[in-house]
């Protein structure tokens, strides 16, 4: 009798880079809903804008360039970089600042450069960095959280807000509020010490108002990845210890000009960067040692930013910053192998 | 303004000690550049380059007077090879000088050999062994290809095989990236 | 929980993974023998070496044990008729690898009378000389059982210092097999003995046997085997970790000593030599009962098969006829594998025969063989980072090969790649890893031949060059000294005349 030949192994794998993506979208899900129970209806509608344009601009480029469009779309990759995005974005944004981040992360980030696996920099951050160096004022009104605001627009105020670019229906003062590291960088720049700065009401006593759960929740998310083996521990812990120990560092050295480590890591993007950004294995160092060295780079680049640097939150520059180091890491963290002396 | 001056003076000795001591300690090689190009040709010694013998042709090429692209053996990867060494543009194999075959050597029909020893004569590595009247052999693990013994012979009686290779496993295709060939 | 013996701490290896056994079916039957197929087919060359002279002629008669072949040395393993009957000549079957060769194996029609040579045992080899108990076991056709055949002798005497322990291979790691557990469970006494026996051969100073967690009570049956006959060298039995590979020769020695053996070099170099346990039953059997290697235990398994069994079977038995002894193929098999689904080759027909390093006849069906997804990119998850048992780093082989950077794959250290598999079947985006690997391998060295054959070619072209000019200059010199003999001639000639002619002007001159 005769067979049919491959070569071994010859049991299929039985991971899939689908499997991978959706596990990531599923850690999300408790930051999105906390980010609906503080902002409001806001979030719903970033998600919706960002996934249908990073899907539009997918399929356009990967007709564009002649590959199987239904295996890539289908590999959630794509929205996984638009739900980052929009979690990173302010409820109100209007609806081109997601069509432009979109535009640099899915085709200038993702497909000039190569593709899935090919892309040497951050999708999801070259969209960050460029919507926050061309709409900047768009990028610093957020709204007050639950607790502090007035009131939080409605689901048809919110659309649209968001969908027509117009805010003359709203209390516009009212409802919105610097975000915490704005109002440090701001006060810092006024020569206000932080405890000071630190009476406003967006600050909690730990942290930020509202930030406080999202936060919480998204560690919720990336301790639940770490658990199902998806993403590893190098990367998260290189970032949090790093922000930790520096923050507490700085803090000690002058209490009044220094925020405490753990507004550090409440307030703004650092745990998501460190479970979802950091952790995002295209651009990210492909040895172990080098993951953690990665994660150190960005923390201490992102609390230099937020210290010394001109925008409130450096996490988006503290990643594409280190993406530009990743081949140097990698040629120098490359692990011993069996046998051989190196 | 002097100690400008030191500065700049300190840091250009400085410099320069360290750019002596990086020379001496990554020296390049001091090979030739004939030894050189002659360890990147594969020693076959046919002559199809139009020079009698790989280190003659290495020799030429380092004078510049041939091009890096007359050695059917050596193909396109022995092209590519020399481009590398000598850092100009690669480029197709000049197939004036023949064809790049795959691996041969060859072979006597002891049933026609006269035992001329013309072909002995004319094998530039020495791997026939034979004497007058007695029988010639090629031995096989030391033949090159190069077709010089097939011209001397008087009966033609040298046939040319391929040499027997180890088994190589394909190379799989890469990611799902389909070629489609439109019709003409 | 692993156990070990007295002061035997258990290291790990790197990576692995931690795969379903799928032993138990094959383990479910006692172990049978299979019967004696219509003909046999010797390979002549079971081993890593060249096979031997012939030592029959075709229509002759021999009886089971006979020495079919020669051994002039370490690396010619005889091979031995598998029972009475009559030589019908050489012919060429199927060989298992590479996809399309053939093997040249000896026809024997088995006369059904079951008459063997007599047994030649190694008397009193305890007081022999290592040297003489090594000439025994080649003599017996040994080979390493474990799958790779390489000659026992070899492995036992070499350029070496000394080794101080033997380490007796039975973890079986790979899904599916259970020929060495059978083999243990049923003759722990002759892998004990076997172990003294190899142990003696290379004076080591202690044995340890290794075997997998999850073989229920074989650890124990081995410790009753040891406390039966204690004197000797000092045998352990060692419990590891169920995680494949961990019966691979590299990372069983880490694990059980912490030590890595050098990438150039043999476990031998570091004083270890590792021997399947089945490789020590069969020194046993030669040494002590005096039959050479003719038969082994097989697993014949899988979903494509109707009764998963282990059936002594003789070498040179078709696998055709194994499988019908095994009640033959299911419904929808699709593939027939030789060892297991990690590292096993894929066999092309069932007319295979049986080498002596086939442990495992594995059939899978479409089942198991799920169409494989096209390969996606790589998208650098560190996955295979995480399970290679050789500390490499796959992804960037991957790239490496796919761009036909062969060099660059070999500073990566692929020739260090043991090809068990994990990484591919870690995958996320299915890349057939492995099958690059031994593309990128197999072209290494081909380009390392090759190289070779260059270097040779031009020492011979520049001896024949300094020959032809070193003949071109006597040549010279021959002429030179013929036109200065010939000068010296005439100068002399010029001289007598000079001579004559002042003679006869004197002479003139005095009239």
Not at chain 3, 61 to 84: I, K
Not at chain 3, 411 to 426: F, N, T, W
Request: with cysteine.
């Amino acid at each position: 009798m005769e067979f049919s030949t491959a070569g071994a192994p010859h049991l299929p794998p039985g991971n899939r880079v689908d499997r991978i993506m959706r596990r990531v979208l599923y850690a999300l899900i408790p930051g999105i809903l906390a980010h609906w129970l503080v902002f409001g209806w806001g979030i719903v509608f970033q998600l919706t804008v960002a996934v249908g344009f990073a899907l539009l601009f997918e399929w356009l480029m990967l007709r564009a360039r002649q590959r199987p469009v239904r295996v890539f779309l289908s590999d959630y990759s794509v929205v996984v970089t638009a739900v980052l995005f929009a979690l990173c974005m302010p409820p109100l944004a209007p609806w081109w600042v997601a069509a432009v981040g979109m535009l640099f992360a899915v085709v200038i980030a993702k497909h000039l450069y190569g593709g899935l696996g090919y892309n040497l920099f951050n999708p999801t951050m070259v969209g960050v960095a460029a919507v926050i160096i061309a709409f900047p004022v768009e990028l610093s009104l957020w709204l007050a959280p639950r607790s502090v605001s007035p009131g939080l627009p409605g689901f048809l105020d919110t659309a649209r807000a968001i969908l027509t670019g117009s805010t003359g229906h709203l209390d516009y003062d009212a409802i919105t509020r610097a975000t915490p590291l704005d109002l440090l960088r701001t006060g810092a720049m006024d020569q206000l010490r932080t405890p000071e700065i630190q009476q406003d009401a967006v600050f909690s006593r730990f942290g930020a108002a509202g930030w406080d759960w999202i936060v919480l929740a998204y560690l919720a998310g990336g301790l639940w990845l770490l658990q199902q083996g998806v993403i590893r521990w190098q990367a998260p812990t290189g970032v949090i210890l790093t922000t930790l120990l520096v923050g507490s560092l700085l803090w000690l050295s002058g209490t009044d000009v220094y925020p405490s480590p753990s507004l550090q890591l409440f307030a703004g993007s650092l745990v998501l960067a460190a479970f979802f950004i950091v952790t995002d294995p295209v651009s990210g160092s492909a040895t172990p040692r080098g993951r953690l060295i990665f994660g150190i780079g960005v923390a201490l680049i992102t609390l230099a930013i937020r210290q010394w640097g001109g925008f409130p939150d450096g996490v988006a520059f503290g990643v594409l910053l280190m993406n530009m180091f990743v081949p140097l890491i990698d040629r120098y963290t490359q692990p011993r192998v069996y046998g051989v002396r190196r | 303004m002097v100690v400008a001056i030191s500065v700049l003076t300190a840091l250009v000795m400085f410099l320069g000690a360290g750019l002596l001591w990086a020379g001496k300690r990554l020296r390049p090689d001091e090979t030739s550049l004939t030894e050189q190009i002659n360890a990147l040709l594969p020693q076959t010694q046919c002559a199809q380059c139009g020079f009698p013998g790989c280190r003659p042709y290495a020799q030429a090429i380092a004078d510049g007077q041939a091009d890096i692209n007359q050695c059917p053996p050596g193909g396109d990867e022995g092209v590519q090879a020399l481009a590398g060494l000598l850092g100009v543009e690669p480029k197709p194999l000049d197939t004036s000088h023949g064809e790049h075959k795959p691996p041969i050597v060859a072979l006597i029909d002891e049933d026609r050999c006269i035992g001329c020893t013309l072909c002995i004569q004319a094998c530039p590595v020495d791997a026939i062994i034979g004497a007058p009247r007695l029988m010639h052999t090629v031995i096989e693990a030391e033949c090159t290809g190069c077709e010089l013994c097939l011209p001397p012979c008087p009966v033609d009686c040298i046939d040319l095989v391929d040499r027997p290779q180890a088994y190589v496993p394909p190379k799989p295709a890469s990611a799902a990236i389909p070629i489609r060939v439109r019709a003409a | 929980m692993s156990q070990a013996a007295a002061g035997l701490r258990l290291h790990g290896f790197h990576g692995g993974l931690a795969m379903a056994g799928q032993r138990q079916v094959s383990l479910e039957v006692p172990l049978a023998a299979a019967d004696v197929p219509e003909r046999i087919y010797v390979p002549i060359g079971q081993h890593q070496g060249r096979p031997g002279d012939l030592l029959v002629a075709p229509g002759e008669r021999v009886l089971g044990g006979q020495a079919l072949t020669s051994s002039e040395d370490d690396f010619e393993v005889p091979a031995h008729a598998p029972c009475s009957g009559k030589i019908v000549g050489l012919c060429e079957r199927p060989a298992s690898h590479p996809p399309g060769s053939l093997r040249r194996c000896i026809e024997i029609i088995p006369d059904g009378l079951d008459e063997w040579a007599p047994p030649t045992p190694l008397d009193d080899w305890a007081t022999r000389p290592p040297g003489e108990i090594i000439d025994h076991l080649r003599s017996m056709g040994l080979v390493g059982l474990g799958g790779a055949m390489f000659p026992t002798a070899a492995k036992l005497r070499g350029p070496w210092a000394a080794i101080h322990t033997l380490i007796l291979n039975g973890a079986e790691c790979e899904p599916w097999i259970s020929c060495d557990e059978t083999l243990m469970r049923t003759r722990s006494e002759a892998v004990i003995r076997g172990g003294r026996i190899l142990a003696a051969a290379v004076a080591a100073e202690r044995v340890i046997i290794a075997v997998e967690e999850d073989m229920a009570g074989i650890a124990a049956g081995l410790e009753k085997a040891l406390a039966a006959r204690d004197s000797g060298v000092e045998i352990h039995i060692a419990e590891v970790p169920p995680v494949y590979p961990q019966g691979g020769e590299r990372q069983l020695i880490e694990t059980l000593t912490g030590l890595q053996v050098p990438s150039d070099g043999l476990p031998q170099d570091i004083g270890l030599l590792v021997h399947n346990v089945a490789t020590a039953a069969a020194a046993f059997d030669a040494v002590e009962i005096g039959r050479p290697l003719t038969e082994r235990i097989v697993t014949v398994t899988g979903p494509g098969i109707q009764r998963p069994c282990n059936l002594r079977a003789a070498v040179g038995t078709p696998i055709a006829h194994l499988v019908t002894a095994a009640g033959g193929y299911r419904e929808g098999v699709q593939r027939l594998i030789l060892g297991g689904p990690m590292s096993g080759t894929a066999l092309p027909s069932d007319e295979v025969v049986l080498t002596k390093g086939s442990h495992c006849v594995l059939a899978l069906t479409e089942r198991e063989l799920a169409p494989k997804p096209e390969p996606m990119p790589c998208i650098n998850c560190g996955e295979c980072v995480a399970v290679c048992p050789a500390s490499l780093m796959p992804q960037l082989l991957f790239r490496a090969l796919a761009a036909d950077r062969h060099e660059h794959a070999r500073d990566l250290s692929l020739l260090e790649c043991i090809e068990c598999g994990c990484c591919a079947e870690v995958c996320p985006s299915h890349i057939p890893l492995v099958d690059f690997y031994r593309h990128g391998k197999a072209r290494l060295r081909v380009k390392d031949l090759d190289h070779r054959r260059a270097a040779l070619a031009k020492r011979r072209y520049e001896a024949r060059e300094e020959r032809l000019a070193q003949e071109q200059a006597e040549r010279e010199a021959r002429r030179r000294a013929r036109a200065e003999r010939l000068q010296k001639a005439e100068a002399a000639r010029d001289e007598i005349q000079a001579a004559i002619e002042r003679a006869r002007a004197k002479k003139r001159a005095g009239d």
